[in-house]
């Protein structure tokens, strides 16, 4: 499917994140020359994407806003922009704990306001986002921005807000989670005698190759990751043996709800203003 583009789309902050949402939009087809970013620094981010320091006079009619620069810097960014903004703006924010309250408070002029918590392998088409808005968003405007999260990967709108930090928490920090454990699969090799660059590559190539077969496996089977692990473990042998140091008094499960909780934790207190 052609994905339909927003008339012009006016990024503030391009780092880490939003510049992997613009590399995936370019790639599906984006005409750069409908993209503005501001950015502090001013480098260059892609062939015919136009760069600015300032904030222009106006916005183009039909502008889509994403808001994707640290969250921290809302009250400065909404300062300059809000008064740029008109009724028919639309405003993406991915700011991590910026309710949609604060948003539409600092942002009084547009009706479509959508909170979007992507994850890093968006920039593959391989990302997951959460999307969160509200009624004042009309149906047009909740379909062209959904329009434009689909080629980042699964599209997952959240009815209720007060699950944005905890779907933050697994997918859009879950990455960096995985990479830990990547790292940490590969130097528990190394403990155990495993020359070092020999375990991380093996410790990648086996995250990388389990988690194909996992969406595989999920869906053309139905069959869920602990089916799977279940499926490795012959009985009385070797991984049943390692599964059962994961499983015992569920430390794995125990350590990762607390990991996630600190996260939303987090969260929560970001959106406190603390
Ligand atoms: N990194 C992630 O995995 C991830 C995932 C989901 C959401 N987010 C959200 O994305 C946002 C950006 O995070 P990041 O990791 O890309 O950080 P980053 O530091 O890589 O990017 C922030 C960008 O904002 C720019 N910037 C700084 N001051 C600015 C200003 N006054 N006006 C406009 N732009 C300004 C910086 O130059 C930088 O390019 C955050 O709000 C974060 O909550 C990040």
Redesign the pocket.
């Known amino acids: 499917m052609t994905p339909t583009w927003p008339d012009h789309l006016f990024l503030?902050?391009?780092?880490?994140?939003?510049?992997q949402m613009l590399v995936r939009w370019l790639d599906c087809g984006l005409d750069p020359a409908r993209v503005t970013v501001?950015?502090?620094?001013g480098r260059p981010v892609a062939d015919g994407v136009r760069v600015v320091t300032a904030y222009p006079a106006a916005l183009p009619a039909g502008t889509t806003v994403l808001l994707?620069?640290?969250?921290y810097?809302i009250a400065?960014?909404a300062s300059s922009l809000a008064p740029l903004c008109v009724a028919d703006t639309r405003i993406v924010s991915?700011?991590?704990g910026t309710t949609l309250a604060e948003l539409r408070d600092r942002f009084p002029g547009p009706r479509a306001i959508v909170r979007a918590?992507?994850?890093?392998p968006v920039g593959l088409g391989e990302g997951v986002t959460a999307l969160f808005t509200d009624a004042t968003t009309d149906a047009a405007a909740r379909a062209a921005i959904d329009a434009l999260i689909q080629p980042l990967g699964l599209a997952e709108w959240i009815s209720d807000e007060t699950l944005f930090n905890r779907v933050t928490a697994l997918s859009?920090c879950g990455?960096a989670f995985l990479f830990r454990f990547a790292d940490a699969l590969a130097r528990a090799g190394e403990a155990i005698g495993i020359p070092a660059d020999q375990a991380a590559r093996m410790a990648l190539a086996t995250v990388r190759g389990s988690a194909t077969m996992a969406a595989r496996a999920s869906a053309d089977a139905g069959d869920s990751p602990a089916t799977l692990a279940d499926r490795v473990a012959s009985p009385g042998g070797m991984t049943r043996e390692g599964l059962n140091v994961l499983d015992a008094d569920d430390r794995l499960l125990t350590l990762l709800t607390d990991t996630l909780a600190a996260a939303r934790d987090r969260g929560e207190a970001m959106a406190r203003g603390e």
């Open positions: 503030v902050g391009c780092g880490n994140m939003a510049g501001l950015r502090p620094s994707g620069m640290k969250p810097q400065d960014v991915i700011l991590a918590m992507p994850n890093l859009g990455p």
